[in-house]
């Protein structure tokens, strides 16, 4: 498999968790979001994934995009260890939480709208996170045990951890979200979610590695 990402996308995150889960190594071809303009606007990557956007994953044959295609991807083709709970009722807390996130906070705070923000981005940025995770934190109490929907690591965790990271980038202030910030500390001592790190990928500039 070739993984096309960038270090610190939450989405490329996503994607570089499940495969360490799943114990699948790959080559990882770096997509340097803003360096020559955005790499991931040259005719090269759009080939690729004519939406311009990382991550995207080659892989038995095809080329996949959108991070949670080729989560489900990997989940139905290395079914262990499983991502999606058998239970009808918990497989479905756990799509509507990384729903709730791939859709309803990331792609608000992501850089190409960020741009258009100008000088107002990081208070932008901070606002959608906040009004995210207050609903968020609200779900997880119902929902949650050690991790975001029970003690099993799912789906809806590959999706919180990274959207941490971009909260603390953006300095929101976590302390109304306890449940999100217990999850998020427990999930980043799991190996899986230490390796995929940004602070870890080969792509990291020298000044952010860990």
């Known amino acids: 498999p070739i993984l096309y990402g960038y270090f610190r996308s939450s989405c490329s995150w996503r994607v570089r968790i499940a495969l360490a889960l799943k114990g699948i190594s790959y080559d990882l071809v770096p997509v340097n979001l803003l360096k020559d303009g955005g790499q991931q606007f040259s005719a090269e990557f759009k080939a690729v994934n004519p939406m311009q956007q990382v991550p995207a994953l080659k892989i038995d044959g095809i080329a996949l995009s959108q991070s949670l295609a080729i989560i489900h991807y990997l989940e139905d083709t290395h079914p ?17 939480i990384a729903d709730h996130i791939v859709s309803g906070i990331q792609p608000l705070q992501n850089l190409s709208v960020l741009k258009q923000m100008g000088e107002k981005k ?67 001592e799991l190996e899986a979610f230490k390796v995929s ?10 000044e952010l590695r860990a």
């Open 80 to 96: 262990n260890p499983r991502l999606l709970p058998q239970d009808p009722k918990k497989r479905a807390q756990v799509r509507m």
């Open 197 to 206: 790190h940004p602070s870890r990928q080969p792509d990291t500039p020298a």
């Open 122 to 188: 990081t208070e932008w940025a901070q606002n959608c996170i906040a009004s995210g995770f207050q609903a968020l934190e609200q779900t997880l109490q119902h929902t949650a045990g050690r991790y975001c929907v029970g003690d099993e690591v799912s789906m809806a965790d590959l999706c919180l951890v990274p959207q941490v990271f971009n909260a603390e980038r953006f300095k929101v202030d976590m302390s109304p979200y306890p449940t999100i910030t217990r999850i998020n500390k427990a999930l980043l």
